[in-house]
């Protein structure tokens, strides 16, 4: 099945228009060509080389090659790793990182080809109308998809709905409240909705691209975003240096006060629930160790995958970084040992969603953990040894597969949304609307129930596969929230998560110094991480003031 990045390795000539590609340390942009929108936008390829050109911003290093998950992943609870690598973001010193203003820099890029695909496709006239409306769908989303992440990475931020132009020459524009950050993603995925094609349609376009479906799940995302950071009441988390369970009171988001945040929950629920259709384009995948396989790219549960194609320009980083073997010998970012305790013996996420057996680049064999030598040591009677120190001590995941392990930048596909998450966010949000009602555990439970090993005959899940009866609606919430880092550890979910229900500083801060002795102090203006100077320093609206604390 052709895919998005394949079809944009023979249209990159899209960015003829779209401006620029970011060089690795300077950021400095270098323009492909001269041509203006006038003689560029004529019919449907143009318009197809344009709507490329905004996809193709999430393969730069502002974004995808390293910056933007280096940013989004790191920074949490349940990762460690190598202290060269998560001694600048993953250990609350962003400002040390090169690619500090990668998301800023990124995102606005973004905005700004969406901005000229929505200006100028829609006057194209020698085009299939369908492919008109669904490009425009995908501009709307891609502009309201950067808008979420800056604003949950910066707060309110600077609103750009039209391209610089002589008719609109404004480059100085002030910040937009939080919440009318928001209201500018909301309306933008409303659009996309509305533009955009089910999956499965003939007109939806490529594998790769987003389609209805995703709008939707983005919408609902929106939503309970909102109505967990407007929400009140108490959050209980495993961590802490013991890994015992704390019980912290949340916070209310800054931006999101006075907000009802059940009325969020409620838009939240509902737009979950048209995706929860059986029968209809997507399903959880039956074995979870599938969704990462190279075979399993692009099945039912994976909603929109980062696509990626060796010995192209859409490549990435992120399996060097977070496999067990790599160019460094072995990987440098892995799950903690408190967050692999999380899991029950019997769930295959931690059974085989980490990779316990590995031969490092220099032909050591290494098993993992080392409290459970009787099952890993010696397998297929190949003897792994450990080192008695925390190098050996690493849980590696499997979800960033590559065709080419021994290479830096190789083709691992990276999750933007799942299926799975679509279930969660309608548990989460029925729980805060009607409390932990059956609907609510039924949904929880489609996501456990796969993920558990099967016994007897016919197979049935295991009992522990079922979440704990009776629970109340803080334990449900709780509860829920501990099923997402188990189900997305390592997706660049849990920072969020922490973020939106107000409960980041606490968690992180019980901790102190983590595994690996990473850091894991932080102080309040880690909340938000800095606007670029060049920014402040070109946009006079801003006054120079950056987000507090930096």
């Known amino acids: 099945m052709k895919t998005i990045s394949k079809y944009l390795t023979v249209s990159v ?3 003829a228009l779209l401006s620029t590609i ?16 006038e003689n560029f936008y004529k019919n449907e390829s143009d318009a197809k080389a344009a709507i490329n050109g905004v ?12 910056p933007f998950w280096n940013m989004t992943i790191l920074d949490d609870d349940h990762v460690s790793g190598a202290d060269w690598y998560l001694g600048t973001t993953g250990a609350g010193n962003p400002q040390s990182y090169w690619g500090v203003d ?23 006239t020698d085009i299939d109308p369908d492919v008109k409306k669904r490009i425009l769908g995908e501009a709307y989303f891609l502009r309201g998809w950067a808008y979420f992440q800056l604003v949950q990475l910066y707060g309110g931020v600077p609103i750009h709905l039209k391209t610089i132009s002589a008719s609109n020459p404004e480059t100085n524009v002030p910040r937009a409240t939080v919440k009318g950050t928001y209201d500018v993603v909301i309306s933008d995925f409303k659009s996309a909705e509305a533009n955009l094609f089910p999956a499965g349609h003939a007109k939806a376009g490529e594998v790769g691209r987003v389609n209805q479906g995703v709008a939707k799940a983005f919408l609902a995302k929106t939503y309970l975003t909102i109505g967990s950071g407007a929400a009140t009441g108490n959050v209980t988390v495993r961590g802490g240096t013991d890994n015992g369970y704390y019980t912290y009171a949340k916070t209310v988001v800054a931006g999101l006060e006075g907000i009802d945040s059940k009325a969020y929950f409620l838009l939240a629920r509902d737009k979950a629930a048209e995706l929860l259709v059986p029968g209809g384009p997507y399903a959880l995948t039956p074995n979870w160790k599938d969704l990462w396989s190279i075979a399993g790219r692009n099945n039912k549960e994976q909603m929109w995958e980062l696509q990626s194609l060796s010995g192209t320009s859409f490549i990435n980083e992120i399996g060097n970084y977070f496999s067990a073997r790599s160019t460094f010998g072995q990987g440098a970012v892995f799950t903690t040992n408190n967050h692999y305790k999380d899991y029950d013996e019997t769930d295959t996420r931690v059974l085989d969603g980490i990779t316990h057996n590995y031969t490092t680049l220099q032909g050591t064999n290494i098993f993992y953990p080392s409290w459970q030598s009787a099952k890993y040591k010696v397998v297929n009677g190949v003897t792994y040894n450990n080192t008695g120190s925390t190098t050996a001590e690493r849980a590696y995941t499997i979800k960033y597969s590559v065709t080419e392990p021994t290479v830096v930048r190789s083709d691992a596909f990276v999750p933007l949304l799942r299926y799975a998450e679509v279930y969660l966010m309608y548990a989460e949000a029925e729980n805060e609307v009607n409390g932990a009602t059956t609907l609510a555990y039924n949904a929880l439970n489609e996501v456990r129930l796969r993920a558990y090993l099967k016994t007897g005959t016919p197979a049935t899940p295991v009992p522990e596969a079922y979440a704990p009866a009776g629970m109340t609606s803080e334990q449900f919430r709780s509860f829920v929230l501990a099923e997402r880092a188990r189900e997305f550890n390592l997706e660049g979910i849990r920072r969020f998560d922490l973020m939106r229900w107000g409960i980041y500083l606490q968690v992180m801060n019980k901790i102190g110094t983590g595994q690996n002795n990473i850091s894991k102090l932080r102080a309040n203006k880690n909340l938000l991480y800095p606007i670029p100077l060049g920014e402040l320093n070109s946009n006079t609206a801003l006054n120079r003031t950056n987000n507090p604390g930096w």
């Open 13 to 15: 000539i899209g960015l």
């Open 22 to 37: 970011s060089c690795k340390k300077a950021l400095e942009e270098k323009p492909y060509s001269f041509y203006s929108p």
């Open 102 to 124: 990668g998301p800023w820099v990124g995102c606005y890029t973004i905005i700004s080809r969406a901005n000229s695909v929505l200006e100028n496709v829609v006057n194209i």
């Open 55 to 66: 996809y193709a911003a999430l393969y730069t290093w502002e974004m995808y090659l390293q």
